[in-house]
């Protein structure tokens, strides 16, 4: 019984990877870089709905859309500010100005909100559910968190398969130039994937803090790392490919603790993730682009 | 092109670190924060008992504090601990506090005629930063060391102040080696002394039989208790069933930890941890539904006052501690108000030990005769006589001494949380 | 002089500027008008210069992206450590046991270089860099679960505690998990750092101008012209790469033996310490190593140099870092300073003129 509740706890875990993992997968497809600061872009999210619910009584589900609506802000400032400028460079460059803009974030955070731990009231009200005569809880927060990553999954998917705007990500992530010539505005494009991955991230940030009610400055940081090991073992792109890859993430981490090594939790993780690399070098679901001679 | 502009910065960078080099006195302790924070707590003063002629004076020795040429001259103490990145609560709590303790001296008349002034510098937790950070203070004639706040980064900056000798009192470096040199001296229990406090007292007071350990494997702190508690643990009537460790980059999910406790049997848990993740812990447990006791060390001291925290989830908690912010003692209350009054917050533990540390250098100073005149060396041979012969009543404990080897003895108070508020055992 | 290329000229120049600080440093420092925080960065900086050109090669000449540079630091800072205390005794001679300490270090590193690169190797862009990432993150988390101790009987290994040692009394913990290594003795210094530096630098800029070097750049232009032309791409691929983890050993004793503790932590052999490098190498100019140098300097000194600001300093370090990112790559930025610079050197001849 323990086995499958270690299971279960796995799943919980690997659910809130996968939806951070979602937001950046989908930067990634489309702007093809590795967003660094998403990771921070969801602890602002958390400490808006944190201020709002905590400091303002605002009704918690109302506190979500003010998180989305400024993490939509911030994401698609950041994308302006810091991003757009270093288009056409080299990706590394980029990569670098993503730091900074994390850096800047905690900084920010450290300096508004002090290092304190602020504790996180849970949005989800939803009871525990005590399976088989108590041996079995599965907790209310890790049911919602699973059913929004479900949602949000089979969301997006339709709308970037069956949307207009949704097939010009599409074709932007496959080469801007000749989606450019098409007609499609690849900066709007890119500003919208920027725009959908940062309300992503306000959600991501609830279900963590909910999960996980303990939020700092750098709360962020390391889930963020997390999800984007995530996504890369879904094959990074792809978006059912994050959400398989945050789950079995999940479930690998909190198996290896049980049965391994707690200490060694993470270095199981990523030794798996060498594993699968290896065997799969884009990914469980990553597409195999042929080289061209 | 690009290179030119490259050196340009470069030769920028130069000038820049000319111009540090030489206003060696550039951060001075934020002037004019500095003298309100004396001045309210000139106010608070007033307010408790003191006639308004005294509340005058101390208004013009914090005026006196502002341009800090008093006839004793000034006495320069540096603190070094982390103001940013993960541990910042830990450094801004020592931090602040510190400033209160300068402050509330620097209004009463100073140590010996000398003003106190206080430089705090940031380390960012990472031992190469401070031993940046205390050669900063270096430059600017720290004369006396307060710190540093972590273990790890207490043992590279004792190193540098053996090699200064130069006084270093660290109000929180845990770690057996931050005193290994003669020069060093702490305000907090030492890691081995908590481990071995806390297991004997389960045992004592039978508390537990099956006992299961969850510990913070990439800490010092954390880790050093956890073995000096498993070590004592085989001399004592009960047994650790399951000892389980995590690492800062795991630090979020600890179900599967409190599964294996609770699957093992445990009617008690030890956290020789950190309020934050304890917080997590006593949650998690919660939604699992695992009923134990639980029991920490120091390091839980703060869990109360998380903002918004649940402290219902703490009830039964038990944890040896030196200080408890709603104790009722006239110290620990005066204390707690100046705190809130100028950082609208709570102090912590840390906190505690910063301000018992900067009254510590002073009732040293006040028994070797410390001049502001005297060299960083003779300070410190003198206050390295003094500080064995003192006895300071502390926030963290009444009639505390050291012994030469910087150890401090005071009594470990075990409380528990009951209706959200300590309550002594 | 005429008949120097270019390149040589080029590479001349940036000995000269390392030798240069130095003797400006030293004629500083015995005249004592060196800060002691500055006299504190000295070796710091040369850990950092180190590790920027010796990541350069990886990313510069090698094209590939790797974030677990820390990770080789790490390797080589511990072994050098446990070299160096278990010898305190045994070699007397501060320097010679140093110069050992920075061999061992070296190989070490290397080793962990090869294991690594064969697999990591085979993959390709943002999946080689999160590969490495891991291999970073391993080493870091393996060694934070290392307890090594001695006593008469010779060396006991535990990857749980010191107490599952089973040391006998008079025993010595050398590596205490996460509390590392303490005790480290002190033998880095000012000027084994900068000849360090340029031992770096004179292994990276001749390879790059040897055959191996201009094998290494065919694979980074174009692997399949590349391989067309018979060039073995594992091998070339694995010196370089190996090369480059073998320096980060170096720095890496250069650093451990500059603290007396040694630990592990996400801050200084993590993933953030593998970006900071990345940063350097990325600010100076990727495949530029005299950039590499300066930016490493610069902006190893910038986070202390604005301690005046205390709460504001990392603030302030953030957005300098992005402005200098956007004002050394923004295509729009480049061209607004390729017409300033055309503009003022037309002035220039106007006025001559």
Known sequence: ?293 | MKKKLLSLVLAMAMTASLLAGCGAGTGETTGTDGAEVAEEAAEETEAAEETAEEAEAAEETAEEAEAPAAEGGVLKIGGIGPTTGGAAVYGTAVMNAAQIAVDEINAAGGVNGMTLELKFEDDECDAEKSVNAYNTLKDWNMQVLMGTVTSGCCIAVAESAMADNMFLLTPSGSAVECVQYDNAFRVCFSDPNQGIASAQYIGANALATKVAVIYDSSDIYSSGIYEKFAAEAANQPFEIVAAEAFTADNKTDFTVQLQKAKDAGADLVFLPIYYTEASLILAQANQMGLDTKFFGCDGLDGILAVENFDTALAEGVMLLTPFAADATDDKTVKFVEAYKAAYSDTPNQFAADAYDAIYTIKAACEKAGVTADMSTSDICDALKGAMTQITVDGLTGDGITWSADGEPTKAPKAVVISDGAYKAM | MKKMSKVTKNNLITYAMVIAAYIVMEILLKTGHVSSLLQGLLVPLCTYVILAVSLNLTVGILGELSLGHAGFMCVGAFSSALFSLTTKEAIPNGGLRFLIAILIACVAAAVCGVIVGIPVLRLKGDYLAIVTLAFGEIIKNLVNAIYLGIDSKGFHFSMKDTISLNLEPEGKVLIKGAQGITGTPHSSNFTIGVILILITLIIVNNLVHSRTGRAVMSIRDNRIAAESIGINITKYKLIAFTLSAAMAGVAGALYSHNLATLTALPKNFGYNMSIMILVFVVLGGIGNMRGSVIAAVVLTLLPELLRGLSDYRMLIYAIVLIVMMIFNWSPAVLDMRKKLAAKLKKNQTEKEA
Not at chain 1, 57 to 83: D, H, Q, R, W
Not at chain 1, 191 to 212: D, E, N, P, R
Not at chain 1, 218 to 224: A, D, F, I, L, R
Not at chain 1, 232 to 257: Q, R, T, Y
């Open chain 1, 1 to 293: 019984m323990s086995f499958i509740s270690y299971l279960v706890t796995g799943i919980s875990l690997g659910s809130v990877y996968a939806i951070i993992a979602l937001g950046y997968t989908m930067v990634y497809g489309i702007a093809k870089m590795l967003n660094f600061a998403h990771g921070d872009v969801i602890m602002v999210g958390s400490y808006v709905v944190f201020v709002a619910v905590s400091n303002m009584g605002v009704n918690p589900y109302v506190a979500i859309l003010i998180s989305m609506a400024v993490c939509t802000i911030l994401g698609m400032t950041i994308e302006k500010v810091a991003y757009k400028p270093l288009r056409g460079t080299s990706p590394l460059a980029v990569l670098i100005t993503a730091i900074g803009v994390s850096y800047l974030l905690q900084n920010l955070a450290l300096l508004i909100f002090g290092a304190d731990t602020k504790a996180f009231t849970s949005v989800v009200t939803l009871p525990n559910l005590v399976l088989f005569e108590g041996q079995l809880t599965i907790s209310g927060v890790t049911i919602v968190t699973v059913v929004a990553c479900i949602i949000i999954m089979v969301c997006l998917t339709l709308f970037v398969n069956k949307t207009k705007p949704g097939r010009a990500m599409i074709a932007v992530s496959e080469d801007k130039g000749a989606a450019e010539l098409m007609g499609i505005n690849v900066n709007g494009t890119i500003a919208l994937t920027f725009a959908i991955g940062s309300a992503l991230a306000a959600i991501a940030g609830v279900l963590l803090c909910s999960a996980y009610p303990a939020l700092t400055p750098y709360t962020g940081s390391m889930p963020g790392i997390k999800a984007f090991v995530a996504a890369v073992f879904g094959g990074i792109g792809s978006i059912p490919g994050a959400m398989i890859g945050g789950i079995i993430l999940g479930v690998i981490e909190n198996l290896s603790k049980a049965y391994i090594s707690s200490q060694m939790a993470d270095a199981i993780v990523f030794a798996v993730l060498i594993v699968v690399l290896l065997v799969k070098p884009t990914g469980i679901l990553g597409k195999n682009i042929q080289e061209k001679v």
